[in-house]
């Protein structure tokens, strides 16, 4: 089961691997963390000129990190655009993962969100800090291995 | 090693000047307090040297508006000195912790009680001694004070005050049973 892109990648001679199709078609691509900047680039280059959206998820307790990138072709007239949806794995111990900011600016904030929730670490992000928890917090708070601090919260007021 | 300030509350100052008493009178008591520790009975904060004439530093804008500190409804913890008669607010002095304990009067304090609450903050400061004074210690050594704070009220050591400005129960509502099982009047 191979789609559009996976065919042009193939035969460019871009190494990845193809995860199949979502449940509403769009092709699903899984690229090298060291493959992907310049894999992103050519992508920008071939028309996906919109990141739709990126985010990240945490595979399985002791597994990968996920990136995930949606994106898609923008152009005048078209009422399907195309769409691809790139996955990025790195492992747990030193996710590292070359960031998107200087393809698609749109990343700045998701990246940052990513690194603070699942602490992987973009490289070549501008400004990679904590953006939702306070900048001294100690943790990655939506990995499976995360405990949460016993904070004293007020739970019982009337 | 940080020092520590405790002051039980920022208004009354009454209860101010019971507070200076008290840290002379602790200092008079340390040879007894030695034995009480070995007797494990109850434990006395370590004696604190109240400052004079401080004023207030760096609070300005220029020094960014903002200071360190854990404040939750019963612990407040900041990193400064501050003064308990003149509420000065010294942020020079960063090697210190000020605590204010319940600002807003839940609870019906006694000065064995404060201690008590007073000697577990010190004994939380030496145990996270070599960590970042960052806010997340802060938070971790607050959290813990009200921790503790509940405790006492479960097992009947403080109660709730009757006559705060706000009566909303925030540890839990008044309860007949306490951990110690014999049924006691509840106001």
């Not at chain 2, 220029?62 to 607010?89: K, M, N």
Request: proline share 5%; charged share 25%.
């Amino acid at each position: 089961m191979q789609g559009r892109l996976s065919a042009w990648l193939v035969k460019h001679g871009l190494v990845h691997r193809s995860l199949g199709f979502d449940y509403q078609g769009i092709e699903t691509l899984q690229i090298k963390p060291e493959d992907w900047h310049s894999i992103a680039v050519i992508l920008y280059v071939y028309g996906y000129n919109y990141l739709r959206s990126q985010c990240a998820y945490d595979v399985a307790p002791g597994g990968l990190l996920a990136s995930v990138y949606h994106l898609t072709r923008i152009e005048y007239g078209v009422d399907q655009p195309e769409e691809v949806c790139i996955k990025v794995f790195a492992s747990r111990r030193n996710p590292r993962i070359p960031s998107v900011f200087w393809v698609w600016k749109s990343a700045d904030f998701q990246e940052r969100e990513s690194y603070d929730m699942l602490g992987i670490s973009y490289d070549n992000h501008p400004r990679l800090k904590r953006i939702l928890m306070p900048e001294s917090w100690i943790g990655w708070p939506l990995r499976k291995d995360y405990i949460a601090p016993n904070f004293y919260e007020i739970q019982d007021a009337h | 090693k940080r020092e520590l300030r405790k002051r039980r509350a920022f208004f009354i100052s009454a209860q101010q000047q019971a507070e200076v008493e008290e840290s002379q009178q602790v200092n008079a008591q340390e040879e007894e307090q030695e034995k009480m520790k070995q007797q494990g009975k109850q434990k006395l904060p370590r004696p604190v040297e109240p400052q004079v004439n401080v004023k207030s530093k760096n609070m300005s804008r220029e020094y960014g508006g903002q200071w360190l500190s854990s404040v939750t409804r019963h612990v407040r913890i900041y990193a400064a000195y501050i003064d308990p008669v003149t509420c000065e607010f010294d942020q020079t002095q960063m090697d210190k912790l000020t605590l204010i304990l319940d600002p807003t009067n839940e609870f019906v304090w006694t000065s064995e009680t404060c201690n008590k609450v007073y000697a577990y903050f010190q004994e939380l400061v030496d145990h996270y001694e070599g960590a970042p004074l960052t806010e997340y210690t802060l938070r971790l050594i607050g959290s813990d004070i009200e921790h503790y704070i509940r405790k006492l009220l479960y097992d009947g050591e403080i109660k709730y005050n009757m006559n705060a400005r706000v009566l909303n129960f925030s540890m839990g509502k008044p309860r007949i049973l306490f951990n110690d099982g014999l049924p006691q009047n509840v106001q």
